[in-house]
């Protein structure tokens, strides 16, 4: 059973266009909804992360938008550049269980060209 | 901060040869490390949990006695691949947990790339 669903799976953006990544949970228990930008040959790294008391939240150019009713959110890269282009991973987690443990999406890889 | 180092980077070995991979928080104490496997173009798939002093919690499929895991100290987990395989070339990663109130649940390390021949 996939709990986190992504998409979509590949995505090609012109540069300075807005890219918009979507995912969609299934368990309600699911307190914080991080986002990773992984590039080849390493680690994911935090990019944006929001609870679900928070509609959106903002960071740069990058913006997460929440709907807590639809059990969905997204990630939307403003002025894509170049540099963006990287595998993102939506999560989410339910810290009540103490355990701290992620359940990832499939996956977005983003290309942005110039 | 909450940096995570992992080394090797990158090993290349024979059939049959036993593999340790160490993941360190440099500058925080981790509650719990979790390690990861990924292949190329696929999503992380988590292995095992492991807090310190404890043993660690493998997931469905995962072979405790292929894959040992030791948590010795809150800076430091080792992943040890015994009698390793051409199928368990892949690229495994490793995250640390300050747990808490930290607002950022895993702090990743930056993967070591196994290739065995």
């Known amino acids: 059973q996939q709990q986190v669903k992504q998409s979509p799976q590949s995505l090609i953006v012109q540069k300075g266009g807005i890219s918009i990544i979507n995912c969609a949970y299934e368990?309600?228990?699911?307190?914080?909804f991080p986002w990773y930008q992984q590039f080849p040959g390493k680690g994911p790294a935090l990019l944006i992360a929001?609870?679900?008391?928070?509609s959106e939240k903002k960071e740069g150019r990058f913006t997460i938008s929440f709907n807590k009713s639809a059990k969905q959110f997204s990630l939307h890269i403003m002025d894509s550049q170049p540099g963006d282009s990287a595998t993102y991973f939506c999560a989410a987690i339910y810290s009540g269980a103490g355990s701290y443990q992620l359940t990832f999406g499939k996956g977005t890889k983003l290309s942005v060209i110039p | 901060g909450a940096v995570v180092s992992q080394h090797p980077s990158r090993v290349i070995c024979k059939s049959g040869t036993s593999v340790k991979i160490e993941c360190r928080s440099l500058d925080f104490q981790a509650t719990t490390m979790f390690w990861y496997r990924q292949f190329p173009k696929q999503s992380l798939m988590l292995m095992a949990t492991s807090n310190e002093g404890s043993k660690a919690t493998y997931e469905q499929g995962v072979e405790k006695d292929k894959f040992l895991i030791n948590h010795a100290s809150l800076t430091l987990s080792t992943l040890t691949v015994t009698s390793a395989h051409p199928e368990d070339s892949s690229f495994y990663i490793c995250?640390?947990?300050?747990?808490?109130?930290?607002?950022?649940?895993?702090?990743f390390g930056d993967g070591t790339r196994l290739s065995i021949l």
């Open positions: 929001i609870r679900p008391d928070v």
């Open positions: 368990n309600t228990a699911f307190d914080y």
């Open positions: 995250s640390a947990s300050m747990g808490g109130v930290s607002n950022q649940p895993q702090h």
